[in-house]
Structure formats: structure tokens, C-alpha cells
């Protein structure tokens, strides 16, 4: 019998979805009271009292278990497919990937969305994606900076615990988030009544959803990469509860998207290139996790003129800087066009909450903290508080700089997009590993670059011929 790899890692995505969702509806106490007067004008009372579990809630209940079913289903379609079947075997199993990923996705980011209405903007979402985001737009409307107010008179003020409300007096992401979010907000205020920030991230997870098909081609490595995205264990509660790194890979896959290689044996037209580094650009203009990507990103634009040399004869260096430019001059304008205006309104303002918090410098910087090496600076007692500031800048230099050699060294020789994905997300490991926070959530984020690093097909088209003869010019010249 065919073993399909794609049903293994689905069953154990969906399971593990659930139990990680199971488990953090302990932490929203106030669901058993709210999911009933939520749906009560429509649930009958009776069935809500019989559904009701000390775990989770109905409407939860009701997600999960049509989820397994169209698991069930999954399961049987596979075991009972034949190789003349295939093409509407895989139409079904994209199909029933989708549908889990709605309900488990969508309906309960829904559900948590809705109950926000009824208990208030300080429940069921996260503190700087959602709740501050959501400041940040209105900011932005009413003409105020977002670098220089302050959130202490906004629901901001009252979420977590005291002794780490540093980010009242500061906002650490870039202005594309806020931006690109203005527009929803009045549409969504306009029609609902009210709005949410994940409105925003559930619209581009589903663009990126509907990316992964067409990035992907081999139909196994498509149902892999679409359900480790769609069901990423860590990464879903990204969205669930409102934290921005959905919003960059977005705006990262469409750029991949842009820029892939078509499977028709030619180039990428040049009009793609710039498009592709336009909305990169945006990326990087929304997080600086994106900006890790930059040197992988650069090199992959010169794929087909590099050759597999790690520095080009000097001959080549004009050339190599007219096709770059000529491909990517889109991504510095577009950064400058987003984060500039911002930049020179108040550039201390800008640098103190972007930059300074984050390494915990000056009187509210963020504090250690998440899952990396930096609890070793606890543990050893290097500091005296949580809140004092470290130089991991340091340690994260002398490893991530050669470390960044290393990996373009080694793109060079296989510079394709799967290379450039693998290594954006090892330098970015590493270098969060050693810094002051390695958060639960880049590591989901990564988890989604490593799927589309693993089952992106590199076919060979004109592209890798054109640069394989390149090569063997170079090597001429040398």
C-alpha cells in the first residue's frame, strides 16, 4: 500500500490543534457564562446545557468534533484511492484541508471575536497585536503619531499584569500595520458597528491559504505545506487571539508568490520582480522579523546572473548591480515611502519604541523573557531583574554575522527559493535564540517558512539554465 505522508503529519496537526486549543480555553474563564448568551437567541438552552464541558465550550465542541469528522473522511478517501482517481483525490483531500481549517481557524477565531463584543476590548485577544494595534489605527486617523502617544489612558492600561505594561508608553511595530489597517477599521465600523483587529489577520490568512496551492506544485508537498500552515500548532494562535506575525507571512507569501518561477519554461518577467520586491517591501515595513530575510532575498534576485562563485570576479559587479537594481529597486521605495513619514515626524520616538524597548534600554524597556539562551543571563544571576538591560546584542553579532556568510556561502550553491526560506529561517532561529526574547510565537512563524522551505518544487526551468551557464562563464573568466 502507497503510504501518504500528507495523512500523518494532517492527523497529528489536527490533534494537536485541538489539544493546544482545549487547553488554552482554561485560561478564558469567563466562556461557559459568555458562549450562551452569545448564541442563546438561536442555540436551544437545552442543548448548550448538555453540550456543556468543564474544557471547552459548545460552539467549540461543535468545531472540533465536525473537524474530526471531515478528518474521518480524509482518512477514508485516501485508503480507499486509486492512481487513476488521483486528480479528484487531491481536489477532495484540498477540500476537506480547507474545511478543518475553516473551523478550527476561523470559526474559532470568530467565536473569540464575537465575544470580545459582549465582555470588552481587554478579553479573549492579545495586548499589542490586537488591543494596542487597534489604538494605533485610531491614532493614525485622528492624526496623532502612534511613536509618540502613549496607551495609558486606553484599554491597554488595564491587560495583563502590572509589572509588565512597558509597552503603555510604547508601539514596536512598523507603520504598514496600522496603515493597511486603517482603511478595514472604518469599513468595518461602518458596517458592524465595531471592529477587531484579526479581522485583518483572518482576511490575509486566507489570501495566504489560497497562495499555498498555487506556490506549491507537487500534490503531496501542496497538502503538506497547506495543512502545516493552516493548522501550524503555535502559529494558529497567532490569529486566534490576534498576534501580527500572520500579517507579515502574508505579505512575505505573496511576494513569493510573485516572484516564483512560472512552470512554463521561462523567466520571471521583470515586472514581477519589482512587484515581488514592492510587497516585500511591505513586509519589512510591518515587522522587523522580515528584514532577516533581506540578503537571502537580494541573492535570489540574482539567481540567473550569480553564478555558484560566493563573490563574482569584479568584472561582474557592475552587471550584478545593474540586474539587482533593475529587479528590486521596488523594495527600498516602498519602505521609505511607508516608514519615512513617521521617521521624520519624530525620529527619537520612532527609535525608542521600535528599537531601544525591545533591547530593553531606558526606563521601560521590554524584559528577558521566552524560551532562548537569554534565561541562562537569569539563571546566572548576570542581572538583577528581569527589566535590566543585557548587551545581547553582542553575543547575537559574533554568531549571526558569520553565521550569515555561512548560509549565502551556501545558497550560492543551490540559490533557490526553497535555499533562501531555509536559510532565512536558521539565521532567524539563531540569532532569536541569543537575544533578549525568543517568543512562542516566531518559532510558529518559522515553523511556516520551514513547510514552504521543505515542499516548494525548484523544477528546473530556463531560469536554472540560464544561471548553470552563467556559471561556466564565470568559471571561464576565473
Known amino acids: 500500500m502507497k503510504k501518504s505522508r500528507d495523512v500523518l503529519i494532517l492527523f497529528l496537526l489536527v490533534i494537536a490543534r485541538v489539544r493546544i486549543d482545549t487547553l488554552a480555553d482554561g485560561a478564558l474563564p469567563f466562556r461557559h457564562e459568555d458562549v450562551p448568551q452569545l448564541v442563546g437567541g438561536w442555540w436551544p438552552a437545552w442543548s448548550l446545557q448538555l453540550l456543556s464541558h468543564p474544557e471547552t465550550d459548545p460552539v467549540s465542541m461543535m468545531l472540533i468534533v465536525t473537524s474530526f469528522g471531515l478528518l474521518g473522511l480524509y482518512l477514508i478517501i485516501d485508503i480507499l484511492s486509486r492512481d487513476r482517481w488521483a486528480k479528484w483525490v487531491h481536489y477532495g483531500k484540498l477540500g476537506l484541508i480547507f474545511g478543518i481549517i475553516g473551523l478550527l481557524v476561523f470559526g474559532k477565531t ?28 485610531r491614532y493614525f486617523l485622528d492624526g496623532l503619531n502612534p511613536y509618540v502617544e502613549d496607551y495609558v489612558d486606553t484599554p491597554m492600561a488595564e491587560w495583563g499584569y502590572e509589572e509588565y505594561r512597558t509597552a503603555l508608553y510604547h508601539y514596536p511595530y512598523l507603520p504598514w500595520t ?58 494558529i494562535i497567532s490569529i486566534i487571539f490576534g498576534e501580527n506575525d500572520p500579517f507579515v507571512f502574508a505579505w512575505i507569501m505573496l511576494a513569493l508568490w510573485l516572484i516564483h518561477p512560472p512552470p512554463e519554461k521561462r523567466p520571471v518577467p521583470k515586472q514581477r520582480w519589482l512587484w515581488g520586491s514592492a510587497v516585500y517591501g511591505l513586509a519589512c515595513a510591518s515587522k522587523p522579523t522580515a528584514w532577516f530575510l533581506a540578503p537571502f532575498w537580494l541573492l535570489y534576485m540574482l539567481r540567473d546572473v550569480w553564478g555558484d562563485r560566493f563573490i563574482p570576479p ?27 513619514p513617521w521617521l521624520v515626524w519624530s525620529p527619537a520616538a520612532m527609535y525608542d519604541d521600535v528599537w531601544r524597548w525591545s533591547s530593553g534600554q531606558g526606563e521601560s524597556g521590554y524584559q528577558i523573557w521566552g524560551w532562548g539562551a537569554s534565561n541562562y543571563v537569569l539563571a546566572l544571576g548576570w542581572v538583577s531583574d528581569r527589566f535590566d538591560y543585557w548587551p545581547f546584542i553582542i553575543p547575537g553579532a559574533i554568531i549571526a554575522l558569520p553565521l550569515l556568510v555561512l548560509l549565502l556561502w551556501r545558497q550560492t550553491h543551490e540559490n533557490t527559493m526553497a535555499m533562501m526560506l531555509y536559510g532565512y529561517v536558521v539565521l532567524l532561529f539563531v540569532f532569536f535564540y541569543v537575544s533578549r526574547f525568543m517568543q512562542p510565537n516566531y518559532l510558529g512563524y518559522m515553523v511556516s517558512f520551514l513547510a514552504l522551505a521543505f515542499t516548494l518544487d525548484e523544477e528546473r526551468n530556463k531560469n536554472d539554465v540560464e544561471r548553470e551557464g552563467s556559471s561556466a562563464r564565470f568559471r571561464t573568466a576565473g
Open 110 to 137: 470568530l467565536l473569540l471575536v464575537n465575544l470580545r463584543q459582549l465582555r470588552g476590548p481587554l478579553s479573549y485577544a492579545h495586548d499589542g497585536g490586537v488591543i494596542q494595534t487597534e489604538v494605533t489605527v
Open 178 to 235: 496600522f496603515v493597511f489597517s486603517a482603511p478595514i477599521y472604518l469599513i468595518s465600523q461602518g458596517w458592524l458597528g465595531w471592529f477587531d483587529e484579526r479581522l485583518v489577520y483572518l482576511l490575509l490568512f486566507a489570501l495566504t491559504l489560497l497562495l499555498v496551492p498555487l506556490l506549491i506544485r507537487g500534490p503531496e508537498s501542496r497538502l503538506i505545506a497547506l495543512a502545516v500552515i493552516g493548522l501550524n500548532p503555535i502559529g
Open 314 to 340: 569584479p568584472s561582474r559587479w557592475r552587471q550584478l548591480g545593474t540586474v539587482l537594481w533593475q529587479r528590486a529597486w521596488s523594495l527600498p521605495l516602498v519602505v521609505l515611502l511607508v516608514i519615512g
